[in-house]
């Protein structure tokens, strides 16, 4: 046997190395792990099986576990998919309306504002109480239990008649089921896809965000012509919650057989884990980059009508109406690239030239941003139009939603065996305090120092994840045959 205490404390992130992911190979049938006491335990679902490494023969851990693919994994993603866009749609809803919100209840810009504002409020507060909860209780809890967050929200806006004080706590409600919809995709794609569609459902529930965005844009707007129509809004959010969280109820319970060697592992939950990524170079390095990127795309969509709504070229000004086209297409051409980039690489068996990937993506989009600077605060030619000087954005939000499943992925193979729904919340609380800083930043700079500072941002990123190593920790294990 190998070394314990703290011998074997120092070695454990060889687990994540190409050398420590050998240790899961044995020689023959009857041989015992080396280093054995450094495996995560696994088990088979059925409660109650589990065998201690240290103790158990390599062939009764990785040879003989038996793992299954269940029919059922489409249907639970489609059930987070239905949360996470309801979720959004109510989040963005009043911004897209600013108008008749304000004279419906009789508020402020700014107090119109912090009704978006309220759930990136909460969102740290209950991450720190729901993540160790669903690392109890399970996804399904965590669905279910958001959803109906979502159902009580609505219940408050449209029950609380011309109260901003009932519209508010609402709001802050819907808030709260954000930490299992930002989180827990990747928890999901884990428990409930093999190994070759794991990154794909990641980018899906992921991004599902970007649908709910994008029906908010489209569908408040649509319902509300003027103020008296706002409770017609709140009553069609209402039946749409209800709705949802009748369908949520039937979100399956974890599939009887994993998945993958790895979906089988007894993981490091959101606290435990937490000790171990603050020591984890290679999260480190992610978590930074992963910040910075997700944080500046955010603030690029964010403040795209000061970037174009402004401008004359010559002699001509976008309107608010050919703004919000080109904001509401590249919301949609985010979900289009976080399928599309997720889809190549488990094509192409790209897994573990994830970091090549990332890498070039994210030299696209500092490219993407310096056309953007380009076309926006220098250009003056012919042929200009709102699409033209749109095109790099909406290709920018395409290539963005394609950065964020596979930041995810990167970070889960590297802090294996911490559990991949901890790992993604550790990344969400670094990006949230950047995503507040650069929206914050945004309201002082130009459009010129704002995107081109957005553009060497992803450069810089893109040259510190020269420095990550080759991800192999769940890679390994799950898919041997694939080809280094």
């Not at 911004?95 to 309220?118: F, H, P, W």
């Not at 011309?162 to 519209?167: A, F, H, L, N, T």
């Not at 209402?238 to 007894?266: D, E, M, N």
């Not at 290679?282 to 709504?309: E, H, N, P």
């Amino acid at each position: 046997m190998g070394n314990t205490g703290k011998d074997a404390e120092e070695r454990e992130p060889l687990l994540a190395s190409d050398e420590g992911s050998q240790r899961y190979k044995p020689r023959h049938k009857e041989e015992t792990y080396p280093d054995a006491e450094l495996l995560p335990p696994i088990y088979h679902a059925s409660p109650g099986n589990i065998q201690e490494p240290s103790v158990a023969p390599a062939v009764n851990l990785i040879d003989k576990l038996e793992t299954g693919v269940s029919p059922w994994r489409w249907w639970a993603l489609l059930l987070f998919t239905i949360m996470s866009t309801t979720q959004n749609t109510a989040w963005i809803c009043f911004s897209t309306i600013l108008s008749s919100t304000k004279d419906y209840y009789s508020i402020t810009d700014a107090q119109v504002e912090r009704l978006v504002e309220v759930a990136t409020i909460v969102w740290i507060p209950a991450t720190l109480v729901m993540s160790p909860l669903v690392d109890r209780l399970g996804l399904r809890f965590g669905v279910i239990f958001s959803t109906c967050c979502i159902a009580i929200g609505a219940a408050c806006r449209y029950f609380g008649g011309r109260s901003y004080v009932w519209i508010l706590v609402g709001q802050t409600i819907n808030g709260l089921a954000g930490p299992v919809i930002c989180n827990n995709p990747v928890q999901l794609a884990a428990e409930w896809f093999p190994a070759h569609q794991r990154i794909v459902a990641t980018g899906i529930a992921f991004n599902a965000q970007s649908i709910g965005v994008a029906v908010g844009f489209l569908f408040a707007p649509y319902i509300v012509s003027q103020p008296d129509d706002v409770p017609d809004l709140m009553r069609w959010l209402g039946v749409w919650a209800a709705a949802s969280l009748a369908l949520v109820c039937t979100f399956p319970k974890a599939p009887a057989l994993p998945p993958s060697t790895t979906a089988s592992a007894v993981k490091h939950g959101f606290l435990a884990g937490g000790k171990k990524l603050v020591r984890n170079k290679m999260f480190l390095l992610l978590a930074f980059a992963w910040a910075v990127c997700a944080g500046t795309i955010q603030a690029v969509i964010s403040f795209l009508d000061q970037f174009m709504g402004d401008m004359k070229h010559n002699g001509h000004t976008y309107s608010d109406a050919s703004i919000g086209v080109v904001g509401f297409v590249g919301n949609f051409s985010v979900i289009f690239g976080g399928v599309v980039i997720p889809l190549a690489i488990d094509v192409f068996s790209w897994h573990r030239q994830m970091k090549w990937v990332l890498l070039v993506t994210l030299l696209a989009v500092a490219g993407l941003l310096g056309a953007m600077a380009f076309l926006v605060c220098y250009y003056s030619g012919p042929w200009l139009s709102v699409w033209i000087t749109g095109l790099p954005f909406i290709l920018f939000c395409a290539i963005g939603g394609g950065v964020s499943p596979v930041f995810m992925e990167l970070a889960g193979e590297h802090t294996f065996p911490v559990s991949e729904e901890t790992a993604a919340a550790y990344l969400n609380i670094a990006y949230m305090f950047i995503n507040i800083s650069a929206m914050e930043a945004g309201n002082f700079l130009s459009t010129k120092v704002m995107l081109m500072g957005s553009g060497g941002a992803f450069a810089v990123c893109a040259l510190l994840l020269l420095s990550l190593r080759r991800a192999t920790g769940r890679i390994s294990i799950d898919m041997p045959q694939t080809p280094a």
